[in-house]
């Protein structure tokens, strides 16, 4: 498994952007597949985007398109959630996950970093 550290949450307003990050450390980060979720109070947690090995592929949720870009960075073993146009019903605690290729579950997952959208 991969460690994985998020951070870069914080309070924003209505319509301001956000950059999450997440650090991995352990197995090799390039050969996982990279996913943001996100679970609002009183909510199951919910997909928000994922990103494969090289980049070059991405897939987001409904609610995320058009607004969130997922990118890797596998020199420095980061990705990223770029957020604009937040809203308030993006307040969530945001996790990110690693799997492998060889599966659909993700099973490295991080501790998570609160995003507070005031209106």
């Known amino acids: 498994q991969v460690q994985l550290v998020e951070s870069g949450g914080e309070l924003v307003q209505a319509g301001g952007s956000l950059r999450l990050s997440c650090a991995a450390s352990?197995?090799?980060?390039?050969?996982?597949?990279m996913g943001w979720f996100r679970q609002a109070p009183g909510k199951e947690r919910a997909f928000v985007a994922a990103?494969?090995?090289?980049?070059?592929?991405?897939e987001y949720s409904d609610s995320a398109k058009g607004r969130f870009t997922i990118s890797r960075d596998n020199a420095k073993n980061t990705v990223y959630l770029q957020m604009n146009s937040l809203e308030p019903e993006d307040t969530a605690v945001y996790y990110c996950?690693?799997?492998?290729?060889?599966?659909?579950?993700?099973?490295?997952w991080g501790q998570g970093t609160q995003v507070t959208v005031s209106s």
């Open positions: 352990g197995r090799v980060f390039s050969r996982y597949i």
């Open positions: 990103i494969n090995w090289s980049g070059g592929s991405t």
């Open positions: 996950a690693a799997r492998s290729t060889l599966t659909t579950t993700y099973n490295s």
